[in-house]
């Protein structure tokens, strides 16, 4: 898989525009991917320049079903902000850690792990066409600062780890919300990467 090309697509929702501005963040990074994709971020947002990114149905193969299903996880990913699409590419698609989607963002390590719960739940509800379900749970952010880098691997104090155990025992609406993340998350990294372009000769 070309990372760049996988990751500028996903950030325009056109393929042409993606190759043209990976091999630009090539150039510009080096052999450092994270530089690269520094790059490949900031130059995807000034070609966007505010407007909507094209809704991501051709950045997958027609055809069959999972065709299908990509194709909406991409419209559904175009109607996300653009750092709630980078945050899940840079996750999901890439397995980033936390410093460095934070890096290459321009943002706070300790903001990635919102970023990320908001991302996929986000995503989720878009794919489902309904808003989130209801959470009115005083403890809801800190179920979502918790369940995000636990989910993805990253240190979790054991503190924080046993309370989010034994609150998911009892509170019903983080439960939901919990499980909106994992689907959200799940979807996305059902989205097959778009076939990079034929190398220049």
């Not at 800190?142 to 025992?169: I, K, M, S, Y």
């Amino acid at each position: 898989m070309d990372e760049l090309y996988e990751f500028c697509t996903r950030m325009l929702g056109d393929g042409e525009a993606g190759a043209e501005v990976a091999q630009s963040a090539r150039e510009a990074g080096g052999a450092e991917l994270v530089a690269a994709l520094r790059f490949a971020s900031g130059a995807c947002r000034d070609r966007l320049g505010g407007k909507p990114v094209a809704d991501g149905g051709a950045l997958a193969p027609g055809g069959e079903l999972s065709s299908a299903v990509a194709r909406e996880v991409a419209a559904a990913s175009a109607r996300l902000p653009q750092r709630q699409r980078e945050a899940l590419a840079l996750r999901e698609l890439l397995r980033l850690p936390y410093d460095q989607i934070a890096d290459v963002i321009g943002i706070d390590t300790a903001a990635v792990a919102p970023l990320l719960a908001r991302s996929r739940l986000r995503l989720r509800a878009e794919l489902r066409g309904a808003p989130p379900a209801a959470n009115d749970c005083p403890e809801r952010e800190r179920t979502l600062r918790t369940a995000t880098p636990r989910q993805d691997g990253e240190a979790v104090p054991a503190a924080d780890d046993d309370w989010f155990v034994e609150h998911l025992g009892h509170c019903s609406g983080c439960r939901r919300a919990h499980a909106a993340m994992l689907e959200g998350s799940a979807c996305y990294r059902g989205w097959r990467p778009a076939p990079a372009p034929p190398a220049a000769t």
